[in-house]
C-alpha cells in the first residue's frame, strides 16, 4: 500500500523490483492521457486500454468487453493488469483480472478518493446486476494499491463527495482520533486538509478489520455500515444518486434505526448529522420509501430471508449483523424524506 502526492517512481520501483516484464494497462476512459504519461518509458508496456465507466457500466457486459480487449492485445497468464481509475474502475477491473484465463496479477492506482480509501483495498471486486449492486464478484487481493493523492486536486467536489461518506463511516467506526479530526477539518477549505495522513488514517481502519475477516464471514460487515440503505437509495433511484451521496444518506438512516432500538444516542446522532452537512454530504432523499424498501430485499448481507444491519451504539462502537421490524425500517426510510429537525427523534 503506498500512500504518495506522486506515484509514477513507486510504481516504476514496483514494476523493477517485481521483475514485471509483461502488463497491460486498463483505464478509465477520462484517465486515458494520465494513464499513458504514468507509465511510459515502463520496460514490458504491451497496451493501454481506456474504457468508458461509470456506476451503470458496471456490469458483465462491460467486463466481458475488458477481457476480450486483453486477449485482443495479447495478454496471457504471465501478464499483470495495472488500473488506473476510482471505485467503479477498482471494482470492475479488479474484477476481470481475477476471472481472467482463471487469475491473474493485478495493480490499482486509486485516482479517487472512494477507491483511496475503500474500493480499492480489502480485496473485493464486484459488479452490479439487474437484481440489485455488487451481486457477481469475487475475493481476490491486488499485488499492489497506489493511492495517488495528488489526482485528488483535479476532482470536482461531487467526486470528492464520494469518498468523504466512507470516510465519515470509517470515523464512526474507529472514533477517537479519525472522527475527532474531521471535526476540526471540517470548516476548512479541502485544499488545506492533510489529504496522505487522511487517506492513510481510513485505510488503517478498513485494513485492521480485513485482516481479522477477508471473507466478511463476522466483523468485516461492520464496513458496511450505511450501506443497506445508500445501495437501495442507489438503486431506487436508477443509479441517479450516487453511492457517495448513497452512504452519507445511509449513514443518517442506520443513526435513525439506531435510535429507534435504544442503541445510540441524540447527542451522538447530531455530532454525525453536524458533520456531514458541514461536508456538504446530503442526508434526506426523496426517494420513494416504498420503492426503498422493495430495492433492500436484494440486500446480499441478508440471513435466511432477513435484513441485517449495521448500527451505531456509539461513535467508535459500532455493531453488526442486527435485525429491525419492518415497521421500524419503513419509519425511518420515511423520516429520511424530511430535514433533520424535532421529528427526527419521534
Not at 517485481?18 to 515502463?42: H, K, P, S, Y
Not at 493511492?147 to 470528492?160: E, I, K
Amino acid at each position: 500500500m503506498v500512500v504518495e502526492g506522486s506515484v509514477r517512481e513507486p510504481l516504476r520501483q514496483f514494476v523493477r523490483d517485481r521483475g514485471i516484464d509483461r502488463f497491460i494497462v486498463v483505464c478509465d476512459a477520462n484517465l486515458a492521457r494520465n494513464a499513458q504519461e504514468l507509465t511510459a518509458g515502463l520496460r514490458g508496456r504491451i497496451d493501454v486500454l481506456p474504457f468508458r465507466l461509470g456506476e451503470r457500466r458496471k456490469t458483465l457486459a462491460t467486463v466481458q468487453a475488458v477481457l476480450e480487449a486483453l486477449m485482443h492485445s495479447g495478454a496471457d497468464r504471465r501478464t499483470t493488469i495495472i488500473g488506473v481509475g476510482g471505485g467503479v474502475a477498482s471494482d470492475l477491473f479488479g474484477f476481470a483480472a481475477s476471472v481472467f484465463m482463471r487469475g491473474v496479477p493485478y495493480v490499482h492506482i486509486a485516482t479517487s478518493l472512494v477507491a483511496m480509501v475503500d474500493a480499492a483495498i480489502g480485496g473485493k471486486t464486484a459488479v452490479d446486476l439487474p437484481s440489485g449492486k455488487n451481486l457477481a464478484g469475487t475475493f481476490r487481493d491486488p499485488v499492489a494499491v497506489f493511492a495517488w493523492v495528488d489526482a485528488l486536486q483535479t476532482l470536482p467536489y461531487r467526486h470528492l463527495r464520494e469518498g468523504l461518506a466512507e470516510i465519515v463511516k470509517a470515523g464512526i467506526i474507529e472514533g477517537r482520533d479519525l472522527f475527532d479530526g474531521l471535526e476540526t477539518l471540517a470548516p476548512h477549505e479541502f485544499w488545506r486538509w492533510p489529504w496522505e495522513t487522511i487517506v492513510f488514517g481510513a485505510q488503517q481502519v478498513k485494513m485492521a478489520i480485513v485482516n481479522d475477516d477477508r471473507e466478511e464471514r463476522g466483523m468485516r460487515e461492520l464496513l458496511n455500515l450505511g450501506h443497506t440503505f445508500g445501495h437501495a437509495i442507489e438503486r431506487a433511484s436508477n443509479y441517479r444518486v450516487s453511492h457517495g451521496a448513497g452512504v452519507s444518506i445511509g449513514l443518517r438512516a442506520a443513526g435513525l434505526l439506531a435510535l429507534r432500538t435504544g442503541r445510540f444516542s441524540r447527542e451522538e446522532h447530531l455530532r454525525v448529522l453536524a458533520l456531514l452537512t458541514l461536508l456538504r454530504l446530503p442526508i434526506g432523499t426523496l426517494e420513494n420509501p416504498g420503492r426503498v424498501f422493495s430495492a433492500m430485499q436484494a440486500d446480499k448481507k441478508k440471513r435466511a430471508g432477513e435484513l441485517r444491519f449495521v448500527l451505531p451504539r456509539a461513535i467508535g462502537d459500532v455493531e453488526y449483523g442486527i435485525t429491525a421490524r419492518e415497521k421500524s425500517v419503513r419509519a425511518v426510510l420515511e423520516r429520511l424524506t424530511m430535514p433533520p429537525g424535532g421529528h427526527e427523534f419521534r
